[in-house]
């Protein structure tokens, strides 16, 4: 890599592993990438893919902590997705949708959220398979997929700027304890609506206490949530970029009582730990 200096550097688990750590999670602040040599594994077959929708924050966080507590899966992607026929396409496909439309539409005409779980597994050739079970519910929809066709297929906020166009992005990003989730969804669910959103997603990530190898973000002994609220701002004016500002700080108030946040905030630049100390927010 290049650093700031225009020394060119090696760094890997061996060599400069300091910088290798933060180069890894960097997102290019601590300089430019210039060659990288990655250990290649066997793709699989086939991906097993199941999806539901879950309505009660309650149920998703046990339902989430018997998947992650399982192992059973190679992937799991989970969202706090929108009433909204659009979402549902886009997360469902317009097969799973037509699956359940009248129910799928009986559900938009409640302004509301539901969460959404995509779990994956991976069925290598030549090799045994057993297929877990999963969630059965009547929003539940299963598909295999290629793996190269999965692991290609366009990002949501990709998919949202082609269609509508660049804009702000007043984010909130957070890393949760597993034991204060539900608090902290039951106040984002208090505070929002479904078009606060500009479809975009928050995205909700678990992660295993025993797969950190740095401890700067979360205490070692606690499974945790990444949240990252990734919401766009249509119309794209300072009236309302300034409102879903202030919803992201807003959303953003409990987590400053649980370690190890300060969060990340983003925009159309950031609010560094110093700003974001001034802020005082209303209850």
Known sequence: MVTGKGELVKCSLTENQNLFKLVRGGLGQYGIIATVTVQLKKAPKVMHVHKALIADTEEFSQIMNTIRGSHQFECIHSFLIPHETHEFVKKFGQEGYEKNKAKFDKLSEKKSFSYFIEVVQYEYEGENFSQEKFIDNEFSFYEQIDFFEYVTKEPPLITTQKEKGQTAHPELAVFIPV??????????????????????????????????????????????????????AFPDTKENIAYLTALTFLAGSPALSIPPNPPCIGGRGSVGMKAWARIRIPS
Do not use: C, W
Not at 187 to 204: T, Y
């Open 179 to 232: 034991n204060k989730f539900e608090l902290f969804m039951t106040h984002f669910l208090k505070k929002h609506k479904s078009e606060d959103m500009g479809d975009g997603p928050v995205l909700i990530i678990p992660i295993s206490s025993k797969v950190i190898q740095e401890s700067a973000f979360v205490a070692l002994e606690e499974d945790f949530y990444f949240i990252g609220i990734l919401r766009n």
